[in-house]
């Protein structure tokens, strides 16, 4: 009884002995089945995820997405700049400034048509080589402008005031021509105020390409003229006779204004790029009836010393 109960004792203590001798032999490190594995040190730091603290700098989505960098304006509060059109030179006279529209309106030189171009803060405004402000333009002053188109609107870029006493353009109607004293008096179609010029020996005048004498300055004629100025008097330097009364013209071109109501239309003569405002008094209801704007027609007119007065109008063949 006593051996078996000692070979029982014995035989648990070399079982006990192994058990141990297999635990101890294990890595102490080696994580439970169920724990995720340790990430390796050479993990790709792109894919890495952030260490909780880090604040990472966000990327330029704008600049990645279109390979631009960000406009150095604020749309909300700033014009953006101007387009990169060609910029074409215009002078004349203002006729009217808007400062509330932002916009400017001047006849050119050599035109009755008026001309309104749009300004803003992008716009340089000079007078007498002085930046200033676009209420410091005013009806009457003569200027040379820089115009571009900007969408559908011309966009005046700078606006050149004249100095006075520089001289400058004017478009009228001979009054009188005064031999003794070499004195022309015209009447100014933007003010319709009698102006008057001084000729003097180095003064030129045509009529069309046929240079004239002052003798041929005729009371009614319309002239176009440029002038320089003295000490209390406008020297004309040029002077260009448009239209004589009773002379005869030809106008060919488009209609770019008809009000049948005053029988009156507007045609842009190929010839020389004018416009020309012709009253329709002689012409046939039948004829008028197909006149619209856009359509090319061939006139013939008279200058009676006021106006042009159609004695035929030929549609062109469509």
Not at 28 to 40: G, I, K, Q, R
Not at 67 to 81: M, R, S, T
Not at 99 to 123: C, E, W, Y
Request: hydrophobic residues 40%; aromatic residues 6%.
């Amino acid at each position: 009884m006593r051996t078996s109960l000692a070979l029982m004792g014995l035989l648990a203590l070399t079982v006990a002995g192994n058990a141990q001798t297999q635990f101890s032999t294990s890595p102490s490190n080696m994580p439970p089945s169920n724990a995720a594995p340790a990430s390796p040190a050479t993990s790709n730091p792109l894919t890495a995820a952030p260490t909780a603290g880090t604040v990472t700098a966000p990327a330029n989505s704008t600049a990645a997405a279109t390979g631009k960098e960000a406009p150095g304006y604020d749309p909300l509060l700033d014009l953006p700049p101007l387009p990169h059109n060609k910029v074409a030179l215009t002078s004349g006279t203002v006729t009217k400034v808007d400062a509330v529209l932002n916009r400017i309106t001047i006849r050119p030189f050599g035109s009755k048509q008026q001309m309104h171009l749009s300004f803003d803060t992008r716009s340089h405004i000079y007078r007498n080589g002085t930046l200033v402000a676009p209420h410091d333009v005013r009806t009457g002053d003569r200027v040379d402008i820089d115009t571009m188109l900007d969408g559908t609107h011309i966009f005046a870029k700078t606006i050149h005031v004249r100095e006075a006493g520089l001289g400058g353009y004017a478009h009228g109607q001979i009054l009188n021509y005064y031999a003794a004293a070499s004195s022309l008096s015209v009447r100014d179609d933007l003010t319709d105020q009698e102006v008057h010029f001084r000729l003097s020996p180095q003064t030129v005048i045509r009529n069309g390409n046929e240079v004239r004498t002052a003798a041929d300055l005729k009371t009614g004629a319309l002239v176009s003229l440029d002038f320089g100025t003295e000490p209390g008097v406008s020297v004309a330097r040029n002077i260009s006779v448009l239209a004589e009364p009773g002379a005869a013209f030809t106008f060919s071109g488009k209609i770019t204004f008809l009000d049948l109501s005053r029988k009156v239309i507007a045609v842009n003569n190929q010839s020389d790029g004018r416009t020309y405002e012709i009253y329709l008094a002689a012409i046939g209801r039948d004829v008028i009836q197909d006149l619209h704007e856009g359509k090319d027609v061939t006139i013939s007119a008279i200058f009676d010393g006021k106006q042009y007065s159609a004695n035929s109008v030929t549609l062109a063949q469509q």
